[in-house]
């Protein structure tokens, strides 16, 4: 009789326990991405820098899904805007830059990964849909006002085509790095960690 209760104990406990497995992994995840950015090396010439938030954003997606992995990343986003000084930039800037951009990397929880090249893969996904909201923030919150020079590219200001273009440029030169980082990094680590809260 006293078996079967503490067998039944256990097991009506194990969602909790998993649960709240999740809940410090995540709290934990999220606090180290705010300590790494504040490690960026700056790679723009006009804005932009390498950062490694994205490794543990990626892992917490990967381990926990993209539920949790998206709920993570809009929490960093707001944390970090906060820090940073984002609002002072209007509520578009925020949505897009902060809380989408780092919300989308949850998406990778949506990769089975069973290999390192699953792992990069989903990092690479991640990486590519952040900057998509980087790119839309680009040409519609910060247009060109008036003609810019960039890494020796001469943009007009008023074309849209100009605006795509200097959108382009500019974000691609510091999340292209970013993304290939992340990527070997999260190939790397994903050998040495859990797959699942079940595999603790």
């Excluded at 504040?38 to 723009?44: R, S, T």
């Excluded at 994205?54 to 892992?59: A, G, K, Y």
């Excluded at 970013?178 to 680590?189: F, G, Q």
Aim: glycine share 14%; aromatic share 10%; proline share 2%.
């Amino acid at each position: 009789m006293n078996t079967e209760k503490t067998k039944g104990t256990g097991s009506s406990r194990t969602p909790f326990i998993r649960q709240l497995i999740r809940l410090t992994e995540s709290a934990v995840l999220v606090a180290l991405a705010i300590g790494l950015s504040y490690l960026e090396l700056d790679i723009g010439l006009q804005g932009g820098s390498l950062s490694l938030v994205m490794i543990p954003l990626v892992i917490l997606a990967l381990r926990h899904g993209a539920g949790w992995g998206v709920g993570a990343g809009l929490v960093f986003g707001v944390i970090k805007c906060a820090l940073g000084g984002g609002f002072a930039w209007g509520l578009a800037s925020v949505l897009l830059d902060y809380v989408l951009a780092y919300g989308i990397i949850g998406v990778a929880g949506f990769f089975r990964v069973k290999s390192a090249g699953m792992a990069a893969c989903a990092a690479v996904v991640a990486g590519v849909l952040r900057f998509v909201i980087h790119f839309i923030s680009g040409v519609t919150i910060y247009k060109l006002m008036e003609a810019t020079t960039l890494y020796g590219i001469e943009f007009s200001a008023g074309g849209m085509g100009s605006v795509i273009a200097y959108s382009i440029v500019y974000n691609g030169v510091y999340m292209i790095p970013n993304i290939i980082v992340t990527a070997i990094a999260v190939a790397i680590l994903q050998k040495y960690l859990p797959k699942t809260v079940a595999d603790i």
